[in-house]
């Protein structure tokens, strides 16, 4: 299982460090660099509800297997015009959003799949949900690296390693995951609707917190990352594999954070809410120094993997709301509502950002901490673990 939400964070994160290579190479703006990684997010942005329904109806293996094929078809598509064709730009983006509605249909999936097979453990649910959301974080941490390795061989090889790494996936999903089998028969599509508007209503505020609270979490990281990728060469001189590396250190303190706060919430809302508001706190302070502090490489890399620490404890802990207070009839529904919800943030981070860090970049990050205070307000307000069975 772990290694789906791997592969599909490589997919997309291990293109950041290389995307001043891609404008050069591909002879396109900033703006246009930072779409690669939009069109493959905004894809998914609307494909997962869908996804989610069809993986309740249908089960979850039998959408998650040719979700992964499409991913791998779209590395394929996108590195043969790399390749191949004098003016690429067009036939990249065909084949990051067929990544995107690749990325839909599988990594969202697994969130419900771990509530299924540990549905009366909620200790393991926590536990499982860590390693998931470390899986996700560490490619995170190891895609910067491989993205600079491949490119400094190739620069479009990374379009066909996300094939590779796909067709791996496939392979583990098909032969070592064993899902439980459905007993009864699917909710009608009506139904189903009618349930959805039910839980929106009954349970609709502290939902809605978690998904606000996961578009900020990824709109933050995934600007501060392209922000961090653009300084490193032109504020800091370093490029190809040594900048990789130094991209990954933000990343794995968000990877260790996100390992022990799944080993150590254990489903306890409590536990949950306090590390929501102390880590979103943290996350506002932080990311709002990081222009200050763009011109020393030290402190730059101290205060965005301190940011990287916070958003590694509220991972998991979302994750680990979301499925454990939400019925597995509707499980897969409202896990893909949330997953979605980030991908909002994916897709506005990088555009955000090559447009705001030209000329308003600390007015943009001290309003980022500004955001932040306010998603700390609402979880203060809307999740109430004192409600027993629910988190409001």
């Known amino acids: 299982m772990a290694s789906i939400p791997l592969v599909m964070t490589l997919g997309n994160s291990m293109l950041i460090p290389v995307l001043p290579i891609f404008e050069k190479e591909v002879g396109i703006t900033s703006f246009q660099t930072s779409m690669i990684i939009t069109s493959y997010s905004i894809a998914s942005i609307f494909l997962i509800p869908v996804a989610g329904y069809l993986s309740d109806r249908f089960g979850r293996k039998v959408v998650i297997l040719p979700s992964l094929l499409i991913a791998l078809i779209g590395g394929l598509v996108a590195g043969f015009a ?30 419900p799949l771990v509530g299924d097979l540990y549905k009366d453990d909620d200790e393991k649910t926590s536990s499982c949900l860590g390693l998931i959301e470390t899986s996700n974080t560490f490619g995170k941490v190891l895609s910067p690296i491989l993205g600079a390795l491949f490119a400094a061989y190739l ?12 067709l791996i996936s496939i392979v583990l999903v098909l032969f070592f995951i064993k899902v439980p ?16 508007k039910k839980i929106f209503k009954q349970e609709g505020k502290w939902i809605f917190t978690v998904f606000l609270v996961g578009i900020y979490i990824m709109l933050v990281l995934f600007a501060v990352l392209f922000f961090l990728s653009d300084s490193l060469e032109k504020t800091h001189g370093l490029y190809g594999v040594k900048k990789g590396f130094v991209l990954a250190i933000p ?23 306090v590390i929501m508001t102390v880590s979103l706190i943290l996350m506002s302070i932080s990311v709002a120094l990081i222009g200050f502090v763009d011109q020393r ?6 205060v965005s993997s301190f940011l990287g620490l916070s958003i590694g404890a509220l991972l998991p802990t979302m994750d680990a709301l979301i499925t454990e207070n939400i019925e597995k009839e509707e499980r897969g529904t409202i896990s893909s509502f949330y997953s979605s919800s980030r991908f909002i943030g994916v897709a506005a981070g990088p555009p955000l950002m090559a447009v705001l860090m030209k000329s308003l970049l600390n007015i943009s990050l001290i309003g980022a901490g500004v955001l932040g205070i306010l998603m700390f307000m609402l979880v203060l307000i809307f999740i109430k673990p004192e409600k027993s069975g629910s988190a409001a």
């Open 155 to 166: 620069w479009y090889l990374p379009f066909f390693s996300i094939s590779v790494f796909s």
């Open 297 to 302: 490489l030290i402190l730059l890399l101290a």
């Open 181 to 196: 089998k459905k007993k009864e028969e699917p909710v009608a599509l009506s139904a189903f609707i009618q349930s959805t």
């Open 251 to 273: 990343l794995l303190a968000l990877c260790i954070s996100s390992f022990i706060t799944g080993r150590k919430i254990k489903g306890e809302l409590k536990v949950m809410k």
């Open 82 to 111: 790399s390749w191949k064709m004098d003016d690429p730009f067009t036939w990249i983006i065909i084949g990051r959003v067929l990544q995107g509605i690749g990325a839909a249909g599988a990594a969202p999936i697994i969130l």
